[in-house]
C-alpha cells in the first residue's frame, strides 16, 4: 500500500536444513512503532538481519513503495531503512557530537571532494537537532566514556537516526537498561514515534515492548502467530501457551 512505509511479504530465510524464517509478512505505516517479540530464537533478530540485507532471504521488501529486496545494506540505508544493533559501539575518542557526524556523512564523490579541501560536508546545527530529537541535546560534547548505559543506548538511536531513515529498526534498545532508564527510552521513542518517524522495535521487556508500540507481532519459530494492539495480543491464547505464560504483571520483564 502507498501508505506503508515498510512492507515486507513472505520473508523466507534457511541456514542449512533450517528454516528461520516461514513466510513471515509484517508491515510499518508513518508514525507507527511496531514491536516484534517472541521466545530466543524465534527468528526476531534474524528478520531483521533479513531486511536490512545482512542475511540472505527470499521474499519482497519495499521500502515507501520501493523494493530493496535484492540490494546490498548500503544501497537499502539509502533507500530508508536504518537500523540498530544489540552492541553500542561508539568512537570513545570523539564526542557525542561528532559520533553522529560520522554517521550522518555522505560517502558520495561530492562529500568526498568537500573533505578533501577542508569544507565540512556535515552541518552540525542538523547534528544537535537530532539530539534534541532524542532528548540528549546536553550530551553533546561528553565522550561516550562519561555516559552511564542509558545514556549510550539513546546514542545509538540518535545515530541511527542522524540520516533522517524512512524507518528505524532498533535491536533490542532496552537491553541492559533498568527500570527507569528503560521508562525514560520509552518515552523518547514514542516521542518520535508521535513526530512522525516509524520503527520496527524487538526487545526482550515486554512492558517495555507494550507500553511503547501501536502494533505488535509475534514469532514463534520463524513463523507468525499472532499480529495486533499490545491489549489484544497481551490476552492472545495462542501468544500466553507460547510465550508469556500466565499474564505477567505490567511491571515485569518477560525475558523473550
Not at 119 to 136: C, K, N, Q, W, Y
Request: negative net charge; proline residues 4%.
Amino acid at each position: 500500500m502507498s501508505d506503508t512505509v515498510l512492507a515486507a511479504r513472505g520473508i523466507e530465510v534457511q541456514f542449512g536444513g533450517v528454516r528461520a524464517l516461514r513466510g513471515v509478512d509484517l508491515e510499518v505505516r508513518p508514525g507507527q512503532i511496531v514491536g516484534l517479540i517472541g521466545p530466543n530464537g524465534a527468528g526476531k533478530t534474524t528478520f531483521v538481519d533479513a531486511i536490512t540485507g545482512f542475511v540472505p532471504c527470499n521474499g519482497l521488501i519495499q521500502v515507501a513503495g520501493r523494493e530493496v529486496s535484492h540490494q546490498r545494506p548500503h544501497a537499502r540505508v539509502r533507500a530508508g531503512l536504518s537500523r540498530t544493533w544489540q552492541g553500542v559501539e561508539l568512537f570513545d575518542d570523539l564526542t557525542v557530537a561528532e559520533n553522529l557526524a560520522v554517521a550522518a556523512r555522505s560517502l558520495s564523490l561530492r562529500a568526498t571532494v568537500r573533505d578533501m579541501i577542508g569544507r565540512r560536508s556535515t552541518d552540525m546545527a542538523s547534528i544537535l537537532e537530532t539530539l534534541e530529537d532524542v532528548g540528549i541535546a546536553d550530551l553533546a560534547h561528553a565522550f561516550p566514556t562519561e555516559l552511564s548505559e542509558g545514556q549510550r543506548k539513546l546514542v545509538g538511536i540518535a545515530r541511527a537516526f542522524a540520516a533522517r531513515p524512512r524507518i528505524l529498526c532498533l535491536d533490542e534498545p532496552a537491553a541492559g537498561l533498568d527500570t527507569t532508564e528503560s521508562a525514560h527510552l520509552g518515552t523518547q521513542l514514542r516521542r518520535l514515534g508521535d513526530q512522525g518517524t516509524p520503527m520496527l522495535l524487538i526487545d526482550h521487556d515486554i512492558s517495555f515492548v507494550f507500553g511503547t508500540c501501536d502494533h505488535v507481532v509475534v514469532l514463534e519459530f520463524g513463523q507468525v502467530i499472532a499480529s495486533g494492539a499490545p491489549k489484544v495480543i497481551r490476552s492472545d491464547p495462542r501468544v500466553i501457551a507460547a510465550y508469556l505464560g500466565q499474564e505477567s504483571d505490567p511491571g515485569e520483564k518477560v525475558q523473550a
